[in-house]
C-alpha cells in the first residue's frame, strides 16, 4: 500500500484514552498487564497508536457485551491472521450470538421473577387491607424509596 494511503502515525497519551473511552488509567494499565494492550513507550510515559485505539475500543465493546477477557484476547489475536479480518469476525460472531443465547435467558429468568414478585406483592397488600390496613401506607412510602433507589436521584418528598 502506498504510504500516502495509510493512516498517519498518531500517537495518543493514557490521558486522551481515558477521556475518550470514558475509563481509567488504571483500567488501561490492567488491560496492558493482561497482554491485550501494548504502548510503546517515551521515557515513563505510555505512547497509545491507532491499532491500540482500536484494540481497546474491541475490549470495551467486548466488555459491555460481557465477554471475558480471554474471549476478548481469542478475538484479538486472529487480527494477525492477515485475512481481512474474516477469521476476528467469525469468532467475535460467534462468540456474540452465544451472548445473545444468555442474554435471553437472563431476560426470561428476570421477567419470571418481577412476575413473581408482583404477584407477591398483590397477595400480600391485599391481606394487609383486609387485616391492617393502616400498615399499607407505610409499604407504600417503602415502595417510594425504593423506586427512586432504581429510578437515579429524582426529586423525593415526604408527605
Same mark, same amino acid.
Given at each position: 500500500?502506498?504510504?500516502? *494511503?495509510?493512516?498517519?502515525?498518531?500517537?495518543?497519551?493514557?490521558?486522551?484514552?481515558?477521556?475518550?473511552?470514558?475509563?481509567?488509567?488504571?483500567? @488501561?494499565?490492567?488491560?496492558?498487564?493482561?497482554? *491485550? *494492550?501494548?504502548? $510503546?513507550?517515551?521515557?515513563?510515559?505510555?505512547?497509545?497508536?491507532?491499532?491500540?485505539?482500536?484494540? *481497546?475500543?474491541?475490549?470495551?465493546?467486548?466488555?459491555?457485551?460481557?465477554?471475558? @477477557?480471554?474471549?476478548?484476547?481469542?478475538?484479538?489475536?486472529?487480527? $494477525?491472521?492477515?485475512?481481512?479480518?474474516?477469521?476476528?469476525?467469525?469468532?467475535?460472531?460467534?462468540?456474540?450470538?452465544?451472548?445473545?443465547?444468555?442474554?435471553?435467558?437472563?431476560?426470561?429468568?428476570?421477567?419470571?421473577?418481577?412476575?413473581?414478585?408482583?404477584?407477591?406483592?398483590?397477595?400480600?397488600?391485599?391481606? @394487609?387491607?383486609?387485616?391492617?390496613?393502616?400498615?399499607?401506607?407505610? $409499604?407504600?412510602?417503602?415502595?417510594?424509596?425504593?423506586?427512586?433507589?432504581?429510578?437515579?436521584?429524582?426529586?423525593?418528598? $415526604?408527605?
Amino acid at each position: 500500500m502506498p504510504s500516502e *494511503l495509510r493512516r498517519p502515525e498518531r500517537a495518543f497519551t493514557i490521558r486522551q484514552l481515558c477521556v475518550e473511552f470514558k475509563c481509567t488509567p488504571r483500567a @488501561l494499565r490492567f488491560y496492558e498487564d493482561k497482554g *491485550l *494492550l501494548s504502548p $510503546a513507550r517515551q521515557g515513563l510515559n505510555r505512547v497509545y497508536s491507532y491499532k491500540d485505539r482500536a484494540r *481497546l475500543q474491541l475490549i470495551l465493546r467486548g466488555k459491555r457485551v460481557g465477554l471475558s @477477557l480471554s474471549e476478548i484476547r481469542e478475538i484479538l489475536e486472529l487480527y $494477525a491472521k492477515g485475512d481481512g479480518g474474516a477469521a476476528q469476525n467469525a469468532k467475535a460472531l460467534r462468540k456474540f450470538r452465544e451472548r445473545i443465547v444468555v442474554f435471553e435467558q437472563k431476560r426470561e429468568d428476570i421477567d419470571l421473577a418481577l412476575e413473581e414478585l408482583r404477584t407477591a406483592c398483590a397477595r400480600m397488600e391485599q391481606m @394487609l387491607a383486609d387485616s391492617r390496613p393502616d400498615l399499607l401506607p407505610s $409499604a407504600e412510602e417503602y415502595d417510594k424509596i425504593v423506586r427512586a433507589r432504581v429510578d437515579g436521584p429524582h426529586e423525593v418528598r $415526604a408527605h
